[in-house]
Structures are given as C-alpha cells and as structure tokens.
T-cell receptor, first 112, second 114 residues
Framework: KNQVEQSPQSLIILEGKNCTLQ??????????LRWYKQDTGRGPVSLTI?????NTKSNGRYTATLDADTKQSSLHITASQLSDSASYIC???????????FGAGTRLTVKP | NAGVMQNPRHLVRRRGQEARLRCSPM?????VYWYRQLPEEGLKFMVY????????ESGMPKERFSAEFPKEGPSILRIQQVVRGDSAAYFC????????????FGQGTRLTVV
C-alpha cells in the first residue's frame, strides 16, 4: 500500500476558480513534506516544503497546509490560471535519511 | 548554474537492445537519484548514488538494470535487453546533501521500446 495517498486523482476547474488538493500519508518517522508541480513531459518543480513544526506555507497563489497529528496536507490554489494545468505531487520524506515517498499525484486541468 | 541535465530527452529502442540514460547533476551536487514514471502513474524510486558509490538500489530491478555515478562525468542508468514494459519516463534528481535540502529534477528521458 502506498504510504502517500492523494485525492482527487483528477480535477477539472474553470479559470479563476480556487481548488484544494489533498494528501494523506502514513510515512513514519516524518521528516518533511513537499508539493511538486509537474507539467506534462517535464520534471517536477518544487512549490513548497514544510517541516514538522510548520502548519502553512505560501508560494504566490499556492498555499500548503500540514497537520502532522492527522498526517494530512492540502495544497490550495487561488484564482487558477490555465498554466496551473499540471500534475501536483505530494512527497513525504521519511526518517533520518529523508528518503522520499511519492504520491501518485492529482492531475489538474484548468479550462477557460 | 545549469539545472539537472538529462539526455537524451527521447530514446527509442527495439526489444533486446540496450538503453543508456545520462544525468548530469547541478554543479556542486554529489547526490543523484533515479526515478521511473509509468504513464498515468507516480514517480517510483529506483536508485540513489553518490560519487562512485551506490547507496540504495532497493527500487531497481535485480536484472538488466544497473546504475553508476563515476568520479568524472554524468550518472548513467543502463537497461540491458530492453522489453516493452521498460517504456517509461526516467527522471533524475540531484541534491547537495542527502535530501536535507532541496532536490532538483531533470526534464526526464522518455524511453520507448518498440
């Protein structure tokens, strides 16, 4: 069973709308959690990284939250743009070695 | 400072041939990770290398796959006697320390086995 579960698997929204992507994990011990954006045919690019003590972190129109007690994270995208269409991948690093565990991603499509 | 460079971007091989994928990490990075991404699936860890050493190859198939990161030159992921199931995108990431800091990804090599 994957230690990082993302939902929804795919999402279609209209340009200008907001959306929230979810990430639940069972990785333990926890080191940090990152959200990556992966455009089709490209490598993942980091959006945010959060450690145990951080509850929220923003990067422009992207805001990530982390609840280490319930082992849940969310990525909120505000005022979506067509260029936000991509896969968003939740990555949780495990233990002292910081080994990365990848979620399967949420494929977001923003339509005009 | 150039990013992580992977080449070729696209590679087509016939069944039974060998595929060699190259990854040049960012300047100053001595840690390299290889991942495989099947269509419509997430990234799967294959192998973690430091210069001249394989640290963790737990995600790499035992047969036909090998990886190296020589003292000089890029890291190489080698797939011998390719089969159709090897068709995937292969991504490389590099970091200056073992993932205590940011890991940067290359653009990937898309391997197609015909």
């Amino acid at each position: 069973k994957n230690q990082v579960e993302q939902s929804p698997q795919s999402l279609i929204i209209l340009e200008g709308k907001n959306c929230t992507l979810q990430c639940n994990y069972t990785v333990s011990p926890f080191s940090n959690l990152r959200w990556y954006k992966q455009d089709t045919g490209r490598g993942p690019v980091s959006l945010t990284i959060m450690t145990f003590s951080e509850n929220t972190k923003s990067n422009g129109r992207y805001t990530a939250t982390l609840d280490a007690d319930t082992k849940q994270s969310s990525l909120h995208i505000t005022a979506s743009q067509l260029s936000d269409s991509a896969s968003y991948i939740c990555v949780v690093s495990e233990g002292d070695n910081n080994d990365m565990r990848f979620g399967a991603g949420t494929r977001l499509t923003v339509k005009p | 400072n150039a990013g992580v460079m992977q080449n070729p971007r696209h590679l087509v091989r016939r069944r039974g041939q060998e595929a060699r994928l190259r990854c040049s990490p960012m300047k100053g990075h001595s840690h390299v990770y290889w991942y495989r991404q099947l269509p419509e699936e997430g990234l799967k860890f294959m192998v973690y290398l430091q210069k001249e050493n394989i640290i963790d190859e737990s995600g790499m198939p035992k047969e036909r796959f090998s990886a190296e990161f020589p003292k000089e030159g890029p890291s190489i992921l080698r797939i011998q006697q390719v089969v159709r199931g090897d068709s995937a995108a292969y991504f490389c990431a590099s970091s200056p320390l073992r993932l205590n800091t940011e890991a940067f990804f290359g653009q990937g090599t898309r391997l197609t086995v015909v």
